[in-house]
């Protein structure tokens, strides 16, 4: 099945910076790939996604990059403020009726103003 | 439309008791995915179902636990016998009958055993 590993587990920087997260899937099959914010507390949201026919997907200051070749993806948040402080998860999917989503154990990102 | 509604948001049982949590999908959305959330952990998934079918369970502990999502009503996640490892967050996502994948999230419920 499907492992999802994402990179780093905590991430720290300065207000105004850029932030990246990368994660690496294993299932070559995997064609959908979104990314999740969640504060403390509250649900899981997505806040981006891309699917396999695209190579990056850029949304105001966030952009997710694909290389299908070698099975990774990668968020990119620049500009960054204190707001953007939670923990990021990335997943990958099986696009279709027949699909779950796998998610990565999760980056905590903490934006000091 | 109220988006994916779960119920309770917190739920207390003592160990060897039963623990059922409800999960009510957005209007339209015909697949239900139920995730176990550990304190400072990511996401796992636990058991993805259709209306009165389970199409992936890999997730799901062998023993004790169980899900169905019946034609009428919410989705229940079913825990019997709880024991202190079971206390986590279970989320609820659900996704619309289409070729996408993307899934909104319930509040989830925050289970403590005791």
């Known amino acids: 099945g499907e492992n999802v590993e994402q990179h780093p587990s905590t991430l720290s920087v300065q207000e105004g910076d850029s932030a990246v997260i990368k994660c690496t899937y294993s299932d070559s099959a995997s064609n959908y790939f979104p990314w999740y914010k969640q504060e403390l507390g509250k649900r899981p949201q997505l806040i981006i996604d891309i699917r396999s026919n695209v190579g990056e997907k850029k949304d105001q200051r966030i952009a997710v990059t694909l290389n299908k070749t070698a099975k990774h993806f990668s968020l990119h948040i620049t500009e960054t403020q204190p707001e953007d402080s939670a923990v990021y998860f990335c997943?990958?999917?099986?696009?279709?009726?027949?699909?779950?989503?796998?998610f990565g154990k999760g980056t905590k990102l903490s934006v000091k103003p | 439309n109220a988006g994916v509604m779960q119920n309770p948001r917190h739920l207390v049982r003592r160990r060897g008791q039963e623990a059922r949590l409800r999960c009510s999908p957005m209007?339209?959305?015909?697949?239900v995915y139920w995730y176990r959330q550990l304190p400072e952990e990511g996401l796992k998934f636990m058991v993805y179902l259709q209306k009165e079918n389970i199409i992936d369970e890999s997730g799901m502990p062998k023993e004790r636990f169980s899900a169905e999502f019946p034609k009428e009503g919410p989705s229940i996640l079913r825990i019997q016998q709880v024991v202190r490892g079971d206390s986590a967050a279970y989320f609820c996502?659900?996704?619309?009958?289409?070729?996408?994948?993307?899934?909104?999230f319930g509040q989830g419920t925050r289970l403590t055993v005791v």
């Open positions: 209007k339209g959305h015909s697949h």
């Open positions: 996502a659900s996704s619309p009958q289409t070729m996408n994948t993307e899934a909104f």
């Open positions: 997943a990958a999917g099986l696009q279709g009726s027949q699909g779950n989503l796998i």
